[in-house]
């Protein structure tokens, strides 16, 4: 039987979507026999590309925003009844935004199934095809990671973590719908994707994933895990490359970002400005909009103001000050566009401190890395850790950075629900990081007989 592919054009190049698959489908314009599409490798190239672009078009600030949104962060949103749900913690199966966020990962790892399933179509060199598969299954794991993180409740929340996870899609399964598989079992396909990754990427890739973009993202996986001593190891083996250097304290910037270790890229010419940076900018800008739909708490606003000489300040501008309409602008993405770095440097010097404090390991070397952030954000050694700080001395310092530092990016739910996993009595704006509005719900079009639903209850 012959197999048939749709295709459709962007800006990025060829986007293919098999016509079999009614789960993520847009209509095309035409289709084509898989035959007629994939002829050499450059083809798969442009495959490869399109899932570049859709990780791209989620890492925009879009579910770096739903994170946040669930967090402590950030007060209630504004004139956006889909992200209030998700403040609410009432996020329903109709809910557009987060429907929307859910899909765009899929959309990704969909091409990248298709993509290795054809690769017997074409003769192309052992190294090429490996680094194209490399590629893919990093992307495919980062997108896996993404989702499992909001629609399922944490790594450990159950001890064996039989828990119900999300849907893997390591192949592609026409229009049959999947089961939810464990968290262990989505666990374990994505360090699977990342240790091939790790494998078979090169050192140096241009704007695409490298080894150290892999290592990095399995640095933040075991963390997530609360594995410590592989967050550490891989986490060093990023640092101690030499390839990454740190930034001033604005990483969010158009053009070469040094401490990115794996980045999406807007450009800007003269006549074209390609962001890809729209739901940081449209949610968060105050310059030009003096009612942004995002503004940070209060609670965290006083965190940073605690230490008047943190230039991190320069990000937030209190508005109304005295008034009942009093509120804490952000002015970190006043910016047209900017490049989005997704794994950074900064990150991994915290996801080190952290886990050698809670292995009680090489304290000194701990110590170095928060100051050296502490630094960067100060202007001298004023706020540095003293030699003689404790182990959980450095891992408080390393959580504050972290709250700090990561600010919008997404990371301060997880790592709430990551230490509540270890035994820590947290709760989230009067909220316990387990109950089920912490997850989101799935879409109505995914829920039926076999694959199960979130529960509902919200977090009363």
Known sequence: MKKFLSITLTAAGVIFLSSCSKLFDVRPEGVLLIEDALKTPEDFEKVLNSCYDVAANYYNGRIQMLNEVL????????????????????????????NGVYREPYRSIFRINFMIENFGMVEMPESRRLTFEAEGRFLRALGHFEIIKLWAQPYGYTTDNSHLGI??????????????????????????DLWFAKNHLPATNGNYA?????????????????????????????????????????????????????????????????????????????????????????????????????????????????????????TKFNKDAFSIPVLH??????????????????????????????????????????????AIEIRDAARLERRIEMFAEGDRIQDLKRRGTKGENITVRGAAWNCPGMVLQFPASDINETFLGNPEGGCN
């Open 71 to 98: 967090s402590d962060n950030l007060a209630a949103p504004i004139n956006n009844n889909d992200l209030n749900e998700v403040y609410l913690r009432r996020v329903n199966f109709f809910n557009g935004t987060t």
């Open 210 to 330: 490298t080894k150290y973009s892999a290592m990095a993202a399995l640095a933040k996986v075991y963390f997530q895990m609360n594995k410590f001593d592989s967050a550490a190891f891989y986490a060093g083996q990023v640092i101690n490359s030499g390839q990454f250097t740190l930034e001033g304290i604005d990483r969010f910037k158009l053009g070469p970002i040094s401490e990115g270790i794996f980045i999406t890229v807007s450009t800007q010419t003269p006549t074209l400005l390609d962001g890809r940076s729209g739901a940081f900018t449209g949610n968060y800008r105050s310059d030009n909009n003096p009612n942004p739909t995002l503004r940070a708490s209060k609670e965290f606003y006083n965190l940073v103001a605690q230490r008047p000489n943190d230039t991190r300040l320069s990000f937030f501008e209190v508005r109304d000050e005295g008034l009942p309409t009093e509120f804490v602008a952000v």
């Open 167 to 192: 849907r893997i899609q390591n192949q592609n399964t026409g229009t049959q719908l999947q089961i939810r598989s464990t968290v262990k079992e989505g666990y374990d396909a994505i360090l699977q």
């Open 345 to 390: 440097l900064t990150e991994m010097m915290l996801i080190r401190a952290e886990s050698l404090a809670e292995l009680s390991q090489n304290l000194p070397e701990a110590i170095n890395l928060i100051n050296q952030i502490r630094e960067r954000a100060f202007g001298d050694d004023s706020e540095n850790l003293p030699a003689t700080a404790t």
